[in-house]
């Protein structure tokens, strides 16, 4: 612990330090009950340095302690292994994600952690300009963009290595302009111009109780290689092994290559030694023999469009397509049977198993994220059921799911992992998955919230939004909206309790009557029950539990 601060409001603020945590508490005492402290997260940053990495602070201090009780912002010295930093604390700050961007040289499109050689393995196309042709004094072609596929290799608790490169600027109308030279960090071409990578594995092969590593990279090849026809677009896998330097660095090693006469969209690992991938109209079941090193007689089945998204829980295979939303296919031994679809075809972009709850999500191009069940058994008419489905306003294109929480953002879920969703214009937006007890908790005071000229004040007129008692008619109804719940904390600050309880006993204007709990009473009789049933045995006033359960379920997980 670093040192205290105390402001007139009666609001104690600490700089602590924690193993690798480096995090501010702030605690209260002017609310009518004691209140469970904030703990917040701090992070260096460095606007001339994007890529900028902070390790372990061991020792941090302020030259002034009181300095935190002014509205401006307070020093902080700190020590980070052989480095000493002076920093200035936002302390009134908004809690948010702070990015670190690494300069790679091109456009990235895929990315993963490898666990093998802990490095985040990137990606991506790189623009290369070709200068033109000269015969006999005379130019022959003009200057060419190509594009080539690479890969890069981040140490994401290191500073990056990076190179010097000298660009040529591309002439557009016709006047001179100088090179530059720039830094970027240090990448592999792995391929020839007019290809992309649309797929990463980390694939570890069992053999004997041993593990192999390879890296699987899934491409999609023009219609232009250097600058020629090359008819209709193909596509190859290609196998590395990752081989560290002497320096650190990562270097791939090209094993083998299967070429496909369409592109490959997406692949994962199957079994001890197999892989599953889309390419065309098909689902390809590729084994490998380990012992000889080669590659078995490959199992196709025909698919009605083209897969999207790939995803393995043995021994099923599923499958994001473009028109017919979730397929779902049984794999024994090198037999592939189809076993469950979707009820609705969608125009699917992903999806994430959930396991543990029989549940699986998909995103579609209209706005849209669907839960499905899987039924333990096949059913006769072959098609999962929609639990819930979320409207947002734009499109999810991947999920992913992992611990990412603090430890003291955990939670009251027993699950630490988070599910994560990036949209189409680079938004993050994160999913809980809630028993049906919490469900109508939060999905009531949502009816309520939306009925609020504060909260909601474009909307709250809307006469289809009469009812305040959670339905289960509709599956969109199953969506508790946590942005909603979010402004009412927002609008409500710094007591909260208090525009929760307007909403419980304030009566609606005559035009803007509801149609069930009609009354204060009625209303505050239901809200009790609701909180009892999700939130069990409680002590104190129910707006007051709730309003701190919502503060809790809320947080960010970045």
Known sequence: MSSWSKQSNLCYRALL????????????????????????SIWLTDHDEPSFHQSAITVVAQPDPWSLQKPSSGSLLCIEKSNLHIAELDTFATPRALPRRFFIGGT???????SCVKRLVVGFSK???????????????????????????????????????????????????????????RSHCIGKSGERILGLLDWYLREDGTLNHLLVVNTWRGRESEGKPTGKPTGQILLYH?????????????????????????????????????????????????PEKRWQQATAYPLPCQGRSISVHEPFVYITTTKDSLLVFRVDGNNIAPQLSDEVARNGLHHLLLPEHSLLMISDEADVVTGLWQPPG??????????????????????QRGSVKPSWRQGPSADPTAILGCSTNGSFYQFDIIDETKWRLLRFIQNMAERNADICPFTYLDRRKRHIEPSTKRRHYMHVDGDILVRLLQRGQPDSETLVQAMLDKDPDPAQRLYDFDTAASRRERFTELVKAALGGYNGDPVEVTVDYLRVVLQPVL
């Open 378 to 399: 096949t059913r006769l008419n072959n098609s999962t059921a929609t639990l819930f489905e979320a409207k947002l306003p734009v499109s999810i294109i991947r999920f």
């Open 17 to 40: 330090v924690c193993g690798g945590d480096f995090c501010r508490l702030e605690y209260s005492t002017n609310q009518r009950k004691p209140r469970t402290a904030t703990v917040t």
């Open 242 to 290: 990752l081989s560290p330097d002497s320096d650190g660095q990562v270097t791939p090693v090209l094993k083998t290559v299967i070429k496909r006469d369409d592109p490959v969209h997406a692949v994962a690992a199957f079994g001890a030694s197999s892989l599953v991938y889309c390419t065309g109209l098909q689902l390809v079941l590729q084994p490998l023999s380990v």
């Open 108 to 114: 990235p499109s895929r990315i993963i952690y490898s």
């Open 127 to 185: 623009t290369i300009l070709r200068s033109a042709r000269r015969a006999n004094g005379h130019e022959r072609t003009r200057k060419r963009r190509l594009l080539y596929p690479r890969l890069a290799f981040i140490d994401p608790c290191a500073a990056p290595t990076t190179e010097d490169r000298v660009v040529e600027p591309w002439d557009m109308d016709g006047e001179e302009r100088a090179s530059e030279r720039i830094s970027e960090i």
